[in-house]
């Protein structure tokens, strides 16, 4: 079943200001001159929807600054109604989300969820797989399981119009990004095996449980080598040998011990318990 989407409206509000838009049922065109404000509505919309705090830049936008504290995105999931609130100025890393319009959110209790949380809770609201990935971590071969996330997915539908025509088109100039564009595009068409997932995860975890005991076996007979041990084994045939050499020094003393107790023969005696002394260090 095909979930729908649909924003209603953008508000942006301070102490004493608030301005409106209102998005179409059908369709919306934003138009203005250079430097209106068309992208800043975008911006405001991801933003909403858990993009980067780096979206609205405050400095840039003076009037944003000096009037606006909040924003407030009103979307529709199927026939569900949903208002997002996110701070401006403070607190920017977390999402505040009500369950109703915009005119009654002072009359509910919000879900505060982080960034990462809202992103997780936004896929599973339009039905979008939560996929995950395994590369290889910086400087090792080890795997790392990461998320494909609603931002990740966002950037196929929502991109900077000064992007187009450029090697940062669907940012592919930034490796931690363009390698997530090939998942991205299996999402969106529903390509997204969930079996195959739970198998790259077991492979994660089997390929990093034999990178470290390789790493153990590999420092285990340098450490063996240096004390020319050679192999375990060898050393093992080693102690071996001395533990006979020492259980058989041992009888024949005790055999020797008993013949020469009564005897004066104590010159023997001594040199044999210097030599079992010696064999046994």
Known sequence: ???TFRIDQLV?????????????????IIRGDGYSGKSLVLNLVAYCLGGS????????????????????LQFKVDEAIYTV?????????????FLCEYSEYKEYSPWRKKVEEANDYFAELLSLKLHFILRKKSGSKDLNSEKISFKDVMRFIYFKQNELGTSHFMQWDNPFLSGKNKEVFKILNDLVIPNIEEIEREIQI???????????????????NKRDAGVLLQLVDIREKYNEDIHTYSDKKKEL???????NDNEIYMLLSQDIYAITN
């Open 206 to 224: 089997a390929q990093n449980e034999l990178n470290e005991k390789t790493s153990i076996n590999r420092g285990m007979i340098d450490y063996l």
């Open 257 to 263: 011990i008993s013949k020469h107790r009564d005897s």
């Open 85 to 97: 609130r996110r701070s401006l100025k403070v607190d920017k890393n977390t999402i505040e989300i």
């Open 1 to 3: 079943m095909t979930t």
């Open 53 to 72: 705090t780096e979206l609205i830049d405050l400095s840039v936008q003076k009037e944003l600054a000096d009037n606006c504290s909040e924003v407030f």
């Open 12 to 28: 942006v509000k301070g102490k004493e200001y608030q301005r409106t838009i209102q998005f179409d049922d059908q369709l919306t």
